[in-house]
T-cell receptor
Framework: KAGVTQTPRYLIKTRGQQVTLSCSPI?????VSWYQQTPGQGLQFLFE???????NKGNFPGRFSGRQFSNSRSEMNVSTLELGDSALYLC????????????FGPGTRLTVL | AQSVTQPDIHITVSEGASLELRCNYS??????LFWYVQSPGQGLQLLLK??????LVQGIKGFEAEFKRSQSSFNLRKPSVHWSDAAEYFC?????????????FGKGTKLSVKP
């Protein structure tokens, strides 16, 4: 099976712009989670989607949003970018059911100038 | 609230030497436990996981981990380190019955390997 894919791999934006990141989960996986990784804060949970519904949300401002499509692909959006949003954004997918194992994509490196 | 502590930020070992990376967690019951590895600029790769049963679990790349309930620990070990093991290692926990999609990660331990 193909792994989790994320596009684009790299992005450079300026403050105030918005950005959309995309994630395609492993075939058959219906849960998609997003994490932000920075040197200072480490890996922080953003949100999780399951069957097109947001199931859980981390402690991030409303500028961070996401959605999931009927084919389980997911997008996350960050509006009004700030310098502190520069990070590696990781997407992970899980099979449904009781398995908590998450399989991660390669990430999108976002740089905000 | 759950938390994960990896006490060692950076460890250097010689190639061929043994390795132990420490992980302690805080949770009211036995959580689901994971170790992931991340090479520079890459995503996280699952090394091994523990849900229940035998407290010594085997993973990929020759890694193993032991769950010790009394110490709330899940330490990762490898008997002989290879230069390709240089990477950052993350311990994570999930709460049974809680959110499946939200793992709590430690801050990571960066492993350097000396030739």
């Amino acid at each position: 099976k193909a792994g989790v894919t994320q596009t684009p791999r790299y992005l450079i934006k300026t403050r105030g712009q918005q950005v959309t990141l995309s994630c395609s989960p492993i075939s058959g996986h219906r849960s998609v989670s997003w994490y932000q990784q920075t040197p200072g804060q480490g890996l922080q949970f953003l949100f999780e989607y399951f069957s097109e519904t947001q199931r859980n949300k981390g402690n991030f401002p409303g500028r961070f949003s996401g959605r999931q499509f009927s084919n389980s692909r997911s997008e996350m959006n960050v509006s009004t970018l700030e310098l502190g949003d520069s990070a590696l954004y990781l997407c992970a997918s899980s099979p449904q059911g009781g398995d908590y194992t998450q399989y991660f994509g390669p990430g999108t490196r976002l740089t905000v100038l | 609230a759950q938390s994960v502590t990896q006490p060692d930020i950076h460890i250097t070992v010689s190639e061929g030497a043994s390795l132990e990376l420490r992980c302690n967690y805080s949770y009211g019951a036995t959580p689901y436990l994971f170790w992931y590895v991340q090479s520079p600029g890459q995503g996280l790769q699952l090394l091994l996981k523990y849900f229940s049963g035998d407290t010594l679990v085997q993973g990929i790349k020759g890694f193993e981990a032991e769950f010790k309930r009394s110490q709330s620990s899940f330490n990762l070990r490898k008997p002989s380190v290879h230069w390709s093991d240089a990477a950052e290692y993350f311990c994570a926990v999930g709460a049974p019955g809680g959110s499946q999609g939200n793992l709590i990660f430690g801050k990571g331990t960066k492993l350097s390997v000396k030739p």
